[in-house]
């Protein structure tokens, strides 16, 4: 999003010249009611109403801050899986059509959505010729497929979008492999810091053959998130544990400091 928080991100990479470029991203609350959406997605009107208005102002913050740092910010992302069928921040298609038109007049750097694969192949037709590329998330693991079928069905996601768009660029947003699971989504026997390092090289591995640009999901786990409970899958898709300790995909890189098992 354009918080406080990203302000700093992006002011400590000027000021201690870190070698970071960043995807700005605006975060777009729910302008409509999605009664698809598994763990409720239903507002009163006056909320919406007030979504929209904070989306706007959200916009304008994107604009600014990819204006002022535009050194570090090399492109904006106008929102994040906004129209998937199961979200609970649904925005019209056509309401995206509008914010992006809004940032693309305003800044220089190339302007994207980020969606998971789905949407793409039908309901975002309309604004695809908006964008200046496609940013496409793709998680075999919450589709209930083995590691040894994950790359190829990542494979499959994107050749599935970029069949219906042959001129337009394709970004990896996110894809990452979970390493603990109750079950919710998956099967919790694949959600293992083994299969983690195993799906990252293999992801690695042909991204950087096909010359494609990818965002790891995701860093560090994230135990704030989901249900209560310790084994959501939701907190456990980290490169490194919240403490900063590398699983098992990273010990190569940073043996002095190995991670309990998660």
């Known amino acids: 999003d354009c918080s406080l928080h990203a302000e700093r991100v992006l002011r400590v990479i000027r000021e201690d010249k870190l070698p970071f470029q960043v995807m700005l991203g605006a975060y777009l609350g729910?302008?409509?009611?999605?009664?698809?959406?598994?763990?409720g997605a239903t507002y009163p009107e006056e909320q919406l109403e007030a979504n929209?208005?904070?989306?706007?102002?959200?916009?304008?913050?994107?604009?600014?801050?990819?204006?002022?740092?535009?050194?570090?910010?090399?492109?904006?992302?106008?929102?994040n899986e906004a129209t998937v069928d199961w979200t609970d921040h649904y925005v019209p298609v056509p309401h995206m059509i509008n914010y992006v038109r809004t940032v693309k007049v305003a800044v220089k750097q190339p302007v994207t959505f980020c969606e998971n694969y789905v949407p793409w192949q039908h309901k975002l037709r309309e604004l695809v010729p908006e964008l200046d590329f496609i940013s496409l998330h793709t998680y075999p693991v919450w589709e209930y497929?083995?590691?040894?079928?994950?790359?190829?069905?990542?494979k499959a996601n994107v050749a599935s979008?970029?069949?219906?768009?042959?001129?337009?660029?394709?970004?990896?947003?996110?894809?990452?492999?979970?390493t603990a699971s109750n079950g919710r989504g998956m099967h919790a026997e694949h959600a293992v810091q083994e299969l983690q390092a195993i799906y990252y090289q293999d992801l690695m591995d042909w991204t950087r053959e096909a010359g494609l640009l990818c965002f790891v999901f995701e860093a560090f786990d994230?135990?704030?998130?989901?249900?209560?409970?310790?084994?959501?899958?939701?907190?456990?898709?980290?490169?490194?544990?919240?403490?900063?300790?590398?699983?098992l995909v990273m010990q190569a890189l940073y043996p002095e400091r190995v991670a309990a098992p998660a």
């Open 145 to 154: 497929k083995h590691i040894h079928e994950a790359l190829d069905y990542t």
């Open 222 to 247: 994230e135990p704030w998130k989901g249900s209560p409970d310790p084994m959501e899958p939701e907190k456990h898709w980290g490169l490194f544990t919240v403490d900063r300790r590398p699983k």
């Open 161 to 178: 979008v970029a069949a219906l768009y042959p001129d337009k660029p394709i970004v990896i947003t996110e894809a990452g492999w979970c």
């Open 52 to 79: 929209q208005r904070e989306n706007a102002a959200e916009v304008e913050r994107l604009i600014k801050l990819a204006r002022q740092y535009e050194d570090i910010v090399f492109s904006v992302a106008v929102g």
């Open 30 to 39: 729910a302008e409509m009611n999605n009664f698809g959406c598994p763990w």
